[in-house]
């Protein structure tokens, strides 16, 4: 075995020597080290991102280069996989969880390859297939924008090059990341879909998340998963179907689907709120459990797939959640958030449905019996228990609800009906809503794409974020008239905002992303 070839690729880079402490040349390598490395090599030409986690937890150095490989670095190996298999060969390799992998063992974001190629180079390069979101942990992790290649290009360069199809949403996406550098943190889960994501308290480092077995935390900060905890169980047939957070008390609920036999969504399915109060997940705290039934599931449309909503403010925690069949609970805790204090159906036909920050308000779309008809219920607690105010004659595809912020104790609304009139997308209309049930339109913000998802920012009514098919989201400051827009993933599965308004987490395919809300 060849020891001869194993060089540090940040020194390499640096065009010196790589050397000790002492300022004197290290030690060759022994052949165990040369073993490890190559086999660290070959999981990764291999695409198999959990083969070289295992490795790596066994010790093994990321930063070395390796004879006979071209590539230069094990970054530069991982994109390269990518690249061969992109062009016809054998299933794509896990780019992202190599990616992110090699990040955390510290593999340098910008080992050169022989052409002086940067792995932020080969990301945009090679952008039609490889996605955006390589090239945002690369720039999270350091990458230089300024790296010039053998022809002198840099980054941005590549980025400039591309930009005559500026149209297309992973070329906006990357002109958005290199010239605002928004994204702050990026955590990929192995193997598994991230299903949505919200932060978990107001400091801007704990993430929620949650998959269709686990729910987990990802640290902001540490850049990684800290906890992810399995849910589901061999035994029985079950799976996580929404996931609720309050940022300030730090209560995590998720909704969990369980089946004793046969497949899920295909008989009598009951069904487990879960909830850790103060959201200690990895300490052990031991979860409050509501066992309720949901009806006979049968096929259901993705608007009446099971919800779990949570106000956004200090104890008491409301909880909002839809089951199967429409029936829609609202759930009142305690001060500690371990004890329902109150339950309350609020509708046996529900659709879609929002609750305030401050838990007061409750919006509810009401399909009716037959689930053809559709009217906007508007909900205001009174004491302990909910009142219904009002009925809307609208059929809103996105909905949210918040209290006004001027101390009135009034309700503001915004909702999203379908376009009409041969219209792309509908604009955003807010409604005031008085205790008395009574309503006043207070503005329309008209957009160029179709709404996906609404929300009002935390402790605001006079801000809200709107996620876009095209990726767009957009951050609307009502009285100001400002908008702030950013570019993310067109197959985004959630969106929330952090408390100081400073920060948007997304969950799009195996990945979340933290980024900061975008220019004016």
Not at 147 to 176: F, K, M
Not at 343 to 355: I, R
Not at 361 to 366: D, E, G, H, K, S
Request: proline share 6%; hydrophobic share 40%.
């Amino acid at each position: 075995m060849q020891q001869a070839g194993l060089s540090h690729a940040n020194s390499a880079a640096e065009g010196g020597v790589p050397s000790g402490d002492d300022g004197r040349p290290p030690p060759p390598p022994d052949d165990q080290a040369v073993d490890k490395t190559r086999a660290l090599f070959e999981a990764v030409s291999r695409g198999h991102a959990s083969e070289l986690r295992a490795i790596l937890r066994r010790g093994g150095d990321v930063n070395v280069n390796v004879p006979g490989l071209d590539s230069g670095s094990f970054m530069q190996a991982a994109l390269d996989v990518h690249r061969q298999r992109s062009a016809g060969g054998p299933q794509p390799p896990q780019t992202l969880e190599l990616v992110s992998c090699l990040l955390q063992a510290k593999c340098s974001a910008n080992a050169p390859a022989a052409d002086s190629k940067t792995p932020l180079h080969m990301a945009i390069q090679h952008h039609a297939s490889m996605s955006p979101m390589v090239a945002r942990l690369l720039l999270s992790a350091g990458a230089d924008l300024n790296a010039r290649d053998a022809t002198q290009r840099t980054p941005l360069d590549y980025v400039h090059e591309q930009s005559v199809d500026a149209g297309s949403p992973a070329i906006r996406q990357l002109i958005d990341e290199v010239t605002e550098r928004p994204t702050v943190a990026v955590g990929v889960v192995e193997e598994e879909q991230v299903l949505g994501a919200a932060f978990a308290d107001a400091e801007n480092d704990k993430v929620c998340f949650f998959t269709e077995t686990s729910v987990g935390v990802f640290s902001v900060k540490a850049r990684r998963i800290s906890v992810k905890m399995k849910l589901t169980q061999q035994r029985v047939q079950s799976a996580v179907r929404s996931m609720a957070v309050n940022p300030q008390t730090g209560t995590i609920a998720v909704f969990l689907e369980v089946a004793g036999q046969g497949q899920l969504g295909s008989h009598l399915v009951p069904s487990l709120i879960m909830i850790w109060p103060s959201g200690q997940l990895q300490e052990g705290e031991e979860p409050l459990k509501l066992s309720i039934d949901t009806g006979r599931a049968g096929v259901v449309p993705d608007a009446m797939v099971p919800t779990l909503l949570s106000s956004t403010a200090a104890a008491p925690v409301t909880l909002l959640g839809r089951v199967y069949g429409g029936k829609v609970f609202c759930w009142r805790l305690n001060v500690a958030c371990a004890q329902i204090v109150s339950q309350t159906v609020v509708s046996e036909n529900g659709g879609l449905v929002a609750v305030s920050g401050g838990g007061q308000w409750i919006a509810t779309v009401n399909l009716g019996p037959d689930g053809h008809g559709s009217s906007l219920e508007v909900w205001f607690f009174v004491g302990k228990v909910p009142k219904r105010l009002t009925a809307l004659d609208r059929r809103p595809h996105c909905v949210a609800i918040v209290e006004t912020s001027d101390g009135s104790g009034h309700g503001q609304l915004a909702i999203v009906e379908g376009p009409q009139g041969g219209q792309i997308a509908s604009p955003i209309e807010v409604l005031r809503v008085q205790t008395d049930g009574s309503t006043s339109s207070t503005c329309r913000v008209r957009l160029e794409s179709p709404c996906r998802t609404l929300s009002f920012l935390y402790g605001s009514s006079d801000v809200f974020v709107s996620g876009h098919s095209d990726g767009a989201v957009i951050v609307v400051n009502i009285p100001n008239n400002q908008l702030r827009m950013s570019h993310d993933d067109v197959a985004v599965r959630s969106l929330a905002a952090s408390c100081d308004h400073s920060c948007i987490v997304t969950a799009a395919s195996n990945c979340l992303r933290v980024f900061h809300a975008g220019s004016r």
